[in-house]
């Protein structure tokens, strides 16, 4: 998608793609076709998490959740935090499903990427899953992934 070649989202895709002790991105493929990916980083304190995406024709499947399962998997007994559009409710709602809030002890800021129109900002919040949650989240992913291999 054209959106996704310009040099700026390129390098970021790009950096997510470093895998290091501290950084992992996970991909998921359907027919050798990239559909998803999740990235988390520890960051001393916290882990954050980017880069989550599916395919939209392939959304709602339980691929995030797989995904996700990874991620928290990493993040172990660590908070996990991440910023997204203050727009975006119905990735708000589905985080919040999962037992993320909003974290407002971070300030809101407004995001600019280079390829926008200069006076477009975007409003992004913060969002955190404190570390006990990750926990009951994993859990409840892997009963949920041993049920569907049962069936
Ligand atoms: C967020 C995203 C990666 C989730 O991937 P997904 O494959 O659709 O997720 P899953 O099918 O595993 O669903 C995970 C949970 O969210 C729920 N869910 C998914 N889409 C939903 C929607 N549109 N509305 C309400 N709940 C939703 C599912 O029901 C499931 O919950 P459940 O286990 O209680 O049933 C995907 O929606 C996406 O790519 N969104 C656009 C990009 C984006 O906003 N990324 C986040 C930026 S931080």
Excluded at 139 to 149: G, P, S, V
Aim: charge should be positive.
């Amino acid at each position: 998608m054209e959106v996704f070649s310009t040099p700026d989202t390129q390098k970021y895709l790009s950096s997510n793609l470093k895998q290091s002790s501290s950084q992992r991105t996970w991909l998921a493929f359907s027919d050798s076709k990239l559909v998803g990916s999740i990235t988390i980083t520890d960051k001393g304190e916290e882990c954050e998490l980017r880069g989550f995406y599916v395919y939209v024709n392939l959304q709602r499947r339980g691929i995030g959740k797989k995904l996700l399962g990874y991620a928290l998997d990493f993040a172990k007994a660590k908070n996990i935090s991440l910023d997204l559009y203050a727009h975006n409710h119905k990735t708000i709602n589905l985080y919040k499903k999962c037992g993320f809030e909003i974290d407002k002890q971070k300030d809101v800021f407004y995001r600019h990427w280079p390829e926008w129109p200069e006076s477009l900002r975007a409003k992004c919040i913060y969002m955190k899953l404190e570390a006990d949650k990750v926990r009951e989240l994993l859990k409840k992913i892997r009963l949920n992934e041993a049920e569907n291999i049962r069936k």
